[in-house]
C-alpha cells in the first residue's frame, strides 16, 4: 500500500517544491496545460498524453527527489558503465550494491540543478525512479498520470512559490522526506 500513496504524495510534494523554486518551469507548464485545455476546465484521459513538457518536469523533480531514494540488488555478473568503468565479478558477487538513481548520469551536467531540458539526452538508466528491469513499480504509468492530473489541477488555480523562511530538509528514509514539510505559498491565478 505504502508504495502507491506514500511515494506518490512525496512525489508530488517534491514536483510543487520544484517548480515554485523554478517560476519560469512552472509557467511554461501552466501554458502547456492552459493550451491542451482551451476553454475546457476539466482533463480528459487524452490529455495527460499531450503534457510534453509537464512530464519532463515531473520526470526532473523525480531525478532530483526520487520517491524511493536508492534500489538495493545482488549483482550476479560485474556491470560495466557507459564511460567505461567496471565493477568486477569478484567484487559483484560479495556484495549488495545500492545503486543511488543518479550515478549513472553525474558527469553528464550539473545533478544539483533542475533542467526538465535535460531529460531527451540523457541514457535510459540515469531516471530509475521507479527501478528498472524484472522488479520495476508496476505502478509507475499509473503514478505519472496521477502526478499529471495533480500538477494540471493545481497550477490551472494557483501560482506557487516557496517559503524562503522555511526551506525542506531531506530525510532519506524508505520515502524521501523533508523533516520540517514542504512549506508553499499558493495565489490563486483566477
Not at 513538457?53 to 534500489?71: K, N
Not at 560495466?80 to 560479495?94: H, I, K, N
Not at 553525474?106 to 530509475?128: K, T, W, Y
Not at 523562511?165 to 490563486?188: A, D, F, M, V
Request: charged content about 20%; aromatic content about 8%; overall charge positive.
Amino acid at each position: 500500500m505504502f508504495e502507491g500513496h506514500d511515494t506518490t504524495a512525496s512525489g508530488i510534494s517534491w514536483l510543487l517544491y520544484c517548480l515554485a523554486s523554478h517560476p519560469e518551469h512552472q509557467a511554461r507548464c501552466r501554458e502547456e496545460i492552459q493550451g491542451i485545455l482551451g476553454h475546457r476546465e476539466t482533463l480528459q484521459w487524452e490529455d495527460l498524453g499531450k503534457m510534453t513538457y509537464s512530464t519532463m518536469c515531473i520526470r526532473e523533480s523525480l531525478r532530483l527527489y526520487p520517491p524511493v531514494p536508492g534500489v538495493s540488488r545482488q549483482l550476479s555478473k560485474p556491470i560495466t558503465f557507459p564511460d567505461g568503468r567496471t565493477l568486477p565479478e569478484v567484487l559483484c558477487s560479495l556484495t549488495n550494491c545500492f545503486f543511488l538513481l543518479r550515478i549513472l548520469h553525474l558527469q553528464v551536467f550539473d545533478p544539483l540543478r533542475f533542467s526538465p531540458e535535460n531529460i531527451s539526452g540523457r541514457h535510459s538508466h540515469a531516471f530509475l525512479p521507479f527501478s528498472a528491469g524484472m522488479r520495476n513499480c508496476i505502478g509507475q504509468q499509473f503514478a505519472m498520470n496521477e502526478m499529471k492530473v495533480a500538477l494540471a489541477l493545481t497550477l490551472l488555480r494557483f501560482e506557487l512559490s516557496p517559503d524562503p523562511t522555511k526551506p525542506p530538509c531531506k530525510i532519506p528514509h524508505i520515502i524521501l522526506r523533508s523533516k520540517n514539510g514542504i512549506h508553499l505559498y499558493l495565489k490563486k491565478v483566477r
